[in-house]
């Protein structure tokens, strides 16, 4: 794989399911992000990780969790999904956080 | 609060000239992106601003005035494969990026 890759590329989800959304890059890039699009708004942080074993929250932590075991990987765990869950998910990468962002090409998750 | 304006959406004709604008209110500021994102694709990269002035890449350039929170993103000599939304986002006090929601752009032949 070159790059950044996310799963699934789309999924439709029952309320109160858990989910969760893979990312993973070969860049040997340090730092991670998650974000939301949501029609008529700018990208929201969910959370970050600049550097592998080290997590942050964004703007919009609330009702989900991450991880960052090593470096290629940064999952996103929605622990009971709700329908206000349901956006774009889009992945992030970059060789520190002062550098740009390389994005992923995103899941589109529907909550029913 | 943080704050980023920008155009919804903007028409332009093919082979011309197209100016979008992005203002923004941050707490700190450590430099300016602009994107492209493709409709239903992923934001790529196009050009970064810190200093003040004018950067050129090509087609595009991007300029920067942090006195008055303003910058433009410039594209010259359209092509109809230009059509996408430009995100303008803004790197906070805090290293995070700020987004823009986006302007639309639509090229006629």
């Known amino acids: 794989i070159a790059g950044i890759t996310q799963a699934p590329t789309s999924q439709i989800l029952a309320a109160g399911r858990r989910m969760t959304l893979r990312c993973t890059q070969d860049?040997?890039?340090?730092?991670m992000y998650w974000y939301r699009q949501d029609l008529g708004l700018g990208l929201r942080l969910i959370h970050y990780s600049n550097t592998a074993g080290t997590t942050g929250k964004g703007e919009v932590p609330d009702g989900y969790s991450v991880s960052r075991a090593n470096t290629d990987d940064f999952p996103l765990t929605l622990a009971s999904a709700v329908p206000s869950q349901t956006s774009v998910y889009f992945c992030?990468?970059?060789?520190?956080?002062?550098?740009?962002?390389?994005f992923g090409p995103g899941t589109r998750l529907t909550v029913l | 609060g943080q704050n980023i304006d920008q155009p919804t959406e903007m028409t332009a004709t093919e082979g011309a000239i197209v100016q979008i604008n992005c203002t923004y209110q941050?707490?700190?500021?450590?430099?300016l992106f602009w994107y492209q994102q493709h409709a239903g694709e992923a934001p790529t990269f196009l050009s970064y601003n810190v200093l003040d002035g004018l950067e050129e890449k090509g087609r595009f350039s991007s300029f920067l005035s942090r006195s008055k929170g303003y910058s433009y993103l410039l594209l010259k000599e359209l092509q109809m494969k230009d059509s996408a939304s430009y995100l303008c986002?803004?790197?906070?006090?805090?290293?995070?990026?700020?987004w823009g929601a986006g302007t639309k752009l639509i090229i006629k032949p």
């Open positions: 992030a990468s970059s060789e520190s956080s002062v550098n740009e962002q390389f």
């Open positions: 860049m040997r890039h340090n730092a």
């Open positions: 941050t707490s700190g500021f450590n430099g």
């Open positions: 986002a803004v790197r906070d006090s805090n290293y995070q990026l700020i």
